[in-house]
């Protein structure tokens, strides 16, 4: 069973698809809830094809104002893909694209580093287990944000500084809503989990994101982004 089918029509799935310098992709997936808010109060209300589209710009325009700074310049944010359930376990998925007017590219100039090489920013919703936080890999930095020498793997204090402006304001770009008086749609972004024990969950459990960091100054990796990896022949 595709996974998604256990999504309540609340949720959205947005993929976000990066084109790195070589042209391999990248894909990072992420969630937004969505709620209508009356005198003040949340409710849990149904995606339609019209507002799962403005969420997957909203997320483009948030990589733009957040996210695009702190990577090169040869890395672009080329679409984002949307998906949402009509009705627990029966479906049917709702998808499309939102592919904006032109890529937004990366704005640090230097060579990058390999594609596997990258830093994975965390979403923390104040709960702990392993099914209450998740992260997102970003990748296209350059040599130029590494200390290099005999401190390969360690990222610059500057480099450090700007990625921990960008977490911090990550939410504030990527959270929307038209509350006005207490009412009005509100969107947030939220982690949701699947599995439980190894096994699907009858119904998808998400929890609102309350805190977004790069939790230290090293760099990760991510293999399955190596040099060539992405690409099938």
């Not at 702190?70 to 949402?84: E, L, P």
């Not at 965390?122 to 130029?144: D, I």
């Not at 200390?147 to 990625?163: E, F």
Request: proline share 4%.
């Amino acid at each position: 069973m595709d996974k998604r089918l256990k999504m309540p029509s609340e949720i959205v799935q947005l993929r976000l698809n990066l084109e790195t310098s070589n042209g391999d992709p990248a894909v990072n997936v992420l969630y937004m809830h969505y709620q209508v808010l009356a005198a003040g109060i949340g409710h849990d209300a149904p995606f339609t094809n019209g507002n799962a589209d403005l969420q997957a710009s909203k997320l483009l325009a948030a990589f733009g104002a957040s996210l695009s700074p702190i990577i090169g310049n040869g890395t672009a944010a080329v679409s984002c893909d949307w998906c949402w359930n009509e009705a627990v376990g029966v479906g049917p998925l709702h998808e499309g694209t939102y592919t904006p007017v032109a890529p937004i590219g990366g704005a640090v100039a230097g060579p990058f580093m390999p594609n596997g090489i990258a830093k994975a920013m965390e979403f923390r919703t104040g709960l702990g287990g392993r099914g209450n936080h998740g992260r997102m890999f970003l990748t296209g930095f350059t040599t130029s944000q590494s200390l290099g020498g005999t401190a390969p793997d360690t990222i610059t204090a500057a480099a450090k500084t700007a990625m921990d402006a960008a977490a911090a304001g990550w939410l504030a770009s990527l959270n929307n809503n038209s509350v006005v008086a207490g009412a009005g749609d509100d969107y947030k972004q939220c982690v949701v989990s699947f599995v439980l024990t190894g096994a699907l969950r009858a119904v998808a459990v998400h929890h609102d994101v309350t805190q977004t960091l790069f939790r230290d100054n090293l760099w990760d990796y991510q293999r399955r982004r190596a040099l060539g990896h992405g690409r099938h022949h």
